[in-house]
């Protein structure tokens, strides 16, 4: 697959309910430096795929290059899943994905092949 088959890229914050301040004020700061991204809703339970808590990031092309170097170095305890948005959910949540931090298991049957 070519690069040029990414459409968009997703970042889910992944926290601990206990740790959810420290996700609160990473948010804060990414809305602040970077507006143009997509910020979801506060999931404080596992939702979809995702096996922990959560918020997600959406974010062009374009702001991969700052956006997450800024991730790798400002995400203390959190957890991120990082994953291209190229049409084959089930790749891009698996073979695609990139973990920062303790890697968890995605529950991918609820995803489809192509969407």
Do not use: C
């Not at 948005?85 to 995803?111: C, Y």
């Amino acid at each position: 697959m070519m690069t040029n088959a990414i459409q968009s890229y997703h970042a889910h914050i992944y926290y601990e309910i206990e740790l959810r301040p420290h996700a609160e004020r990473l948010r804060a700061e990414m809305e602040a430096l970077f507006p143009q991204a997509i910020y979801g809703r506060w999931h404080d339970a596992p939702v979809g795929p995702h096996p922990s808590a959560m918020f997600q990031v959406a974010f062009t092309t374009d702001l991969f290059a700052s956006l997450v170097p800024w991730l790798i170095v400002n995400r203390g305890p959190l957890t991120v899943f990082l994953h291209p948005e190229t049409g084959f959910p089930r790749d891009d949540h698996s073979k695609n994905a990139v973990w920062m931090g303790r890697q968890q298991a995605i529950k991918l049957d609820v995803l489809p092949e192509r969407g």
